[in-house]
C-alpha cells in the first residue's frame, strides 16, 4: 500500500512538471490527474491485472504460443494484450467476454508476405517501405503499408489483390 501511494505521489509530479508546458491538444482536465483515485484506474490500464478474462487469456496462448514479453490491458470495452512474437510488434483486442476482435501487427518491410511486397513493388519501385501494419479482423486481413520516397510519404491500403492510397504527403 505505501509502495501505491509512493508511485501515485511520483506520477503526479511528473504529471504536474510535464503540464506545466502548454499542450492545445490537451482536453483531460487537470483535477483527474490529481485526484488519487482517479490516478489509481489510470494506473491500473497500464499494470499487469489477474481479472483478464480466461477465455481471452486462453485464447490468446493457444493462437500465439511463441509470444515473448506480452503485457495485458484492461479497457472499458474489453482487453488488450500487446507482445512481440517473429520480429513483429502485436496487439491483440478481446471484448469483455473473452471473444476475439481484431490483431494487428506492426513490422518492416521484409516480413511482408511475398505477393504483398510484389504487388507494391510493382508500381512503387522507388519508394522505401517503412512500416507495415497488418490488421486482421473478421476472417479478413488488410495491409497498411507506409512508404516514403525523396518528395512523399504514401500509405497504401493493400486488401484481397487491390490496392490503394489512402494517404499521400509532400514532404515539403
Not at 16 to 30: C, D, E, L
Request: proline share 2%; aromatic share 12%; no cysteine.
Amino acid at each position: 500500500m505505501k509502495k501505491t501511494h509512493l508511485f501515485i505521489a511520483a506520477m503526479l509530479v511528473f504529471v504536474m512538471a510535464a503540464g506545466s508546458k502548454a499542450n492545445a491538444q490537451t482536453t483531460m482536465p487537470i483535477a483527474l490527474l490529481t485526484d488519487a483515485k482517479s490516478m489509481e484506474k489510470v494506473l491500473a490500464l497500464t499494470e499487469p491485472t489477474a481479472s483478464i478474462n480466461s477465455k481471452a487469456m486462453r485464447d490468446f496462448k493457444r493462437s500465439f504460443p511463441d509470444a515473448e514479453d506480452e503485457q495485458w490491458y484492461s479497457f472499458k470495452d474489453g482487453y488488450a494484450v500487446r507482445f512481440k512474437e517473429e520480429g513483429k510488434d502485436h496487439m491483440v483486442t478481446y471484448n469483455r467476454g473473452g471473444d476475439w476482435q481484431y490483431t494487428i501487427a506492426n513490422y518492416g518491410e521484409r516480413n511482408l508476405p511475398q505477393d504483398i511486397r510484389a504487388l507494391v513493388k510493382s508500381t512503387y519501385y522507388d519508394y522505401t517501405i517503412t512500416l507495415v501494419q497488418e490488421v486482421t479482423a473478421h476472417d479478413q486481413t488488410v495491409y497498411l503499408v507506409h512508404m516514403q520516397d525523396e518528395s512523399t510519404w504514401k500509405t497504401l491500403r493493400v486488401s484481397d489483390g487491390e490496392m490503394s492510397i489512402i494517404e499521400d504527403f509532400n514532404k515539403k
